[in-house]
């Protein structure tokens, strides 16, 4: 089992941020990266969305990034940590310049990328962005095979409903053989497929913990099942997070949990094929208590874990 950084102000969602987080600058979030690299936690994820309705706003907040934009700065703020998003909205960008943005990192960052697609699930976002909401699967379904094609082939070629291109050139390619790993983020049959067909890695959210085997024989199961899956991960605030991102009550997940109760819990985890976690922030005052607690994780839970 190993760690992700909950790293604070990624996002502003009323279920699991403190007050204090919105203080927390990008130079902030640059020095803690390099701490969470120097404290050998294994990964630093960041959301997207790329505009919230009004509507939304009371419970998802208004404060989302960019994935691949800020995967590339904290790349290049680090040295040997990886990036990923959670997730990046697979069918909102062009496949071709999201292949570009992911390779350049992953070739400048020396091989540090991880991807976590998801389909999506704002509808107005879809709508003043462009994207027919109700294709978003089909969309996703051509969108990875296309980035892959340009990752991995000599002659990249690819004709489809949503996306075509021949005769073109693409590198770098990225450092990363076959190519970087993508992980599907998601909880319908329809992701879970698309993760056997391509994916080394399942990020779930409204799966409850003791139904990911379950979930992970239905993925294995499938007829196309690629052999590669060997990711899953569920952070402790996963299931204090509902669908539309309402807030749900789950004592198991609660912060500041006690050292045994955060090893036990993990272990648990692990039982149940989740390979990567990540701690909740508990309820300090400030950044540096933060500072503080990351580092009690590093010392007190990541040996007992390892």
Wanted: aromatic share 12%.
């Amino acid at each position: 089992m190993r760690l992700g950084f909950s790293m604070p102000h990624m996002l502003r969602l009323k279920a699991t941020c403190q007050p204090w987080e919105a203080q927390v600058t990008g130079a902030d979030q640059t020095r803690l990266a390099r701490w969470a690299e120097q404290l050998d936690y294994a990964m630093i994820s960041l959301p997207e969305h790329h505009v919230i309705p009004e509507s939304h706003v009371e419970l998802s907040g208004p404060h989302y990034f960019h994935a691949y934009s800020g995967m590339a700065y904290l790349a290049g703020a680090t040295e040997r940590i990886r990036v990923n998003s959670c997730i990046a909205i697979l069918p909102l960008q062009n496949p071709v310049v999201t292949a570009k943005s992911l390779a350049t990192t992953d070739w400048l960052s020396s091989g540090r990328v991880t991807v976590t697609f998801g389909v999506g699930w704002l509808a107005e976002e879809f709508e003043i962005l462009g994207v027919p909401f109700r294709e978003r699967g089909a969309i996703a379904e051509e969108y990875v095979q296309a980035i892959i094609e340009l990752w991995t082939a000599e002659k990249p070629a690819f004709e489809g409903r949503y996306v075509s291109f021949r005769d073109v050139a693409f590198e770098p390619k990225p450092v990363q053989r076959p190519h970087p790993p993508v992980w599907f983020g998601g909880d319908a049959d329809p992701v879970l497929r698309r993760t056997a067909r391509y994916a080394s890695g399942w990020w779930p959210f409204l799966t409850k913990p003791e139904d990911i085997p379950a979930r992970l024989d239905f993925i294995r199961s499938q007829p196309d099942y690629n052999g590669r899956l060997s990711e899953v991960y569920y952070g402790f605030a996963t299931s204090r997070v509902g669908e539309g991102h309402s807030v749900q009550t789950d004592p198991r997940a609660r912060p500041g949990m006690t050292r045994q109760e955060i090893i036990d819990r993990l272990g648990w985890f692990s039982e149940l094929g989740v390979t990567m976690s990540s701690v909740p922030i508990p309820a300090v005052n400030d950044i540096q208590e933060y500072y503080d607690y990351t580092q009690w994780v590093a010392e007190e839970i990541m040996p007992a874990i390892a």
